[in-house]
């Protein structure tokens, strides 16, 4: 994977964008040796961690980015539309919001802190939200949602007898099964979804690399039956859809 990333890089890459966690095929990368081989190369990174607060350990100094931007309001619970950036601090100057405002040229803190009109409350709110991640048991939470992903991921897979995706160190709180349909574009990929939707449920289906993928996730209120009900409505869903039945295994 790593080297995957450096046989990219060209004598005209300027900046190297990664995911920590992928979004479509919920893939962790290993991102501080990302990092570090592309620096090697002398091109600065930006990690897209989107996925990662409160789904995996996280020590942004240690991976070592250029910049870091995370959301909260994913795996953290804290309110919609809040999330973070950090800067390595020789990479802070010259660097500015989109929305200038009364802190301009005042330095990274004054500038990012006060953009005009913006509401304030939800940043407040991520004290809170960290709280209540380590209250529902921070480490221990992360470790059990991760082995609860891949215990549902492989009871759907062996449900419609099909394959699972990343697996291991590269998988955290989320799964992908591969839905056994012959149709792989993405119009069929939103066509299932609404299926679901239909259904009383929701989980993200992709068109990757020839083939749709069904993404699951593993949270504090989720429990091993809601996989084995979400493996039922797939397969009704489907035999309805492709009109081939998928047996039971």
Not at 167 to 179: E, Q
Not at 230 to 239: K, P, R
Request: contains cysteine.
């Amino acid at each position: 994977m790593v080297a995957a990333v450096t046989a990219a890089i060209t004598p005209r890459t300027r900046l190297a964008v990664i995911d920590h966690v992928t979004s479509a095929s919920a893939i962790v990368l290993p991102a501080a040796r990302i990092v570090a081989a592309c620096h090697a190369l002398g091109v600065p990174v930006l990690i897209d961690g989107a996925h990662a607060p409160g789904q995996i350990d996280l020590d942004i100094s240690a991976i070592g980015a250029d910049w870091y931007a995370g959301n909260c309001h994913k795996w953290l619970c804290a309110p919609k539309g809040c999330g973070f950036l950090q800067a390595r601090p020789d990479r802070q100057q010259g660097l500015h919001p989109g929305t200038i405002s009364h802190g301009f040229r005042k330095g990274f803190l004054a500038e990012f802190d006060w953009t005009g009109t913006t509401d304030p409350s939800r940043f407040l709110a991520v004290s809170e939200a960290i709280a209540c991640h380590h209250r529902l048991g921070g480490a221990e939470l992360r470790q059990r949602n991760r082995l609860l992903a891949a215990a549902g991921t492989k009871r759907i897979a062996g449900r419609l007898n099909t394959e699972t995706g990343a697996t291991g160190t590269l998988a955290a709180a989320m799964g992908t099964v591969r839905l056994p349909v012959a149709d792989a574009s993405p119009q069929n990929a939103l066509a299932i979804r609404a299926r679901l939707l239909a259904a009383g449920t929701d989980a993200p289906v992709h068109a990757l690399d020839g083939a749709l993928w069904l993404r699951l996730s593993a949270f504090a209120y989720n429990r091993s039956g809601d996989y084995e009900r979400l493996g039922d409505i797939v397969a009704d869903i489907l035999a309805t859809h492709t009109g081939a039945a998928v047996s039971a295994s």
